[in-house]
């Protein structure tokens, strides 16, 4: 079974900087989109990055400028830079992709991460 593993959450002031990583224990044959996700406490979750296969990347307008999406084969990153109080969410990350050996199309979500700014 596929998992995802989040890390590189944690407390941090305003005005700083965290990267997240997602690694996929699975081997991705081919990738349809990878994204980081996050639910605040009494929210819903809402998308914060996605980038698709072929490289094109969105962002949810609150982060635009401050936080960037990446890959590399089985993990995504995402840098956060110039953290606001209002970033305090658990972060989770998203992987729709076509996994080895089975070949079979699966979706998969972390089990997600902390990240906590102090003003």
């Known amino acids: 079974q596929v998992q995802l593993v989040e890390s590189g959450g944690g407390l941090v002031q305003a005005g700083g900087s965290l990267r997240l990583s997602c690694a996929a224990s699975?081997?991705?044959?081919?990738?349809?989109?990878m994204g980081w996700y996050r639910q605040a406490l009494g929210k819903q979750r809402e998308l914060v990055a996605r980038?698709?296969?072929?490289?094109s990347t969105n962002y949810a307008d609150s982060v635009k400028g401050r936080f960037t999406i990446s890959n590399a084969e089985n993990t995504v990153y995402l840098q956060m830079n110039s953290l606001k109080p209002e970033d305090t969410a658990v972060y989770y990350c998203?992987?729709?992709?076509?996994?080895?050996?089975?070949?079979?199309?699966?979706?998969?979500w972390g089990q997600g991460t902390l990240v906590t700014v102090s003003s």
């Open positions: 980038i698709v296969s072929g490289g």
């Open positions: 699975g081997s991705i044959f081919r990738f349809t989109a």
């Open positions: 998203n992987v729709n992709a076509v996994w080895t050996p089975d070949l079979r199309y699966l979706e998969v």
